[in-house]
């Protein structure tokens, strides 16, 4: 398994070995958020096989001294991290370490190589997202002041009574339309009716005055016939 750049691989010239049972008591892998675990022990054991004896390095060495408060604290705190999905490094490199400053150097920067990207995207994608809230929190903050200008000028009680008055307005509105239609057709009908009655009274007008000039001719064709008669009979 590769864990480590191509440059520490040429550089160390060798292969990853399984770490021995004793690392996983002192080293565990270190994880960083939103990119690939890199465990730690397979470095510190890459760096310890480039010296003669692994024993030498005080990074995995048993020469380290605890005292009993420590041991019993680690021991407890083992337990608890175990539980714990996130894991930590446990001890870290002496001073008195003999590899050389260069080739931690060279180490480090073939480690952080396989994170720089992933945390320059993060760090892009993190400053995107505050500078969005910071947008928002703005808006948001225009927002609740004209709400609060808005109901120190305009009451929200007095707001919600006048709604209630223009209800019972619309419904006073809508029952005098209703009878506003109610009227207009009654007088509708009682124009009709008015209309027929005039125009029945001005036939029987029209046909009494028929009658009449009837009569009166009649009685002009009768007159001058009665009067012949009698002269004839003198």
Do not use: W
Request: hydrophobic content about 35%.
């Amino acid at each position: 398994m590769n864990f480590i750049a191509d440059p520490i691989m040429d550089l160390l010239h060798i292969n990853i070995v399984q770490p021995d049972s004793r690392f996983n008591q002192r080293i565990k892998s270190v994880q960083i958020t939103g990119v690939t675990p890199v465990p730690a022990v397979a470095i510190c054991s890459k760096m310890c096989d480039i010296l003669s004896d692994t024993r030498q390095c005080p990074v995995i060495s048993e020469s380290d001294t605890y005292s009993k408060k420590e041991m019993l604290a680690q021991a407890s705190n083992e337990e608890e991290k175990d539980k714990d999905s996130i894991p930590e490094v446990l001890c870290k490199p002496d001073s008195n370490c003999t590899v050389p400053v260069q080739l931690l150097q060279k180490l480090s920067t073939g480690v952080l190589s396989l994170y720089i990207d992933d945390m320059k995207k993060s760090s892009s994608s993190l400053t995107e997202l505050i500078r969005n809230q910071n947008i928002v929190i703005e808006t948001l903050e225009q927002e609740n002041t004209r709400v609060f200008e808005a109901l120190k000028t305009y009451p929200l009680d007095e707001m919600v009574s006048f709604t209630q008055k223009i209800k019972l307005y619309h419904q006073k509105v809508l029952l005098l339309k209703k009878d506003m239609l109610a009227i207009h057709e009654r007088t509708s009908k009682l124009k009709k009716r008015a209309m027929k009655l005039q125009q029945q009274k001005q036939k029987e007008a029209l046909q009494k005055e028929l009658q009449r000039d009837r009569e009166i001719e009649r009685d002009k064709q009768l007159a001058p016939k009665i009067a012949t008669k009698s002269m004839l009979g003198k």
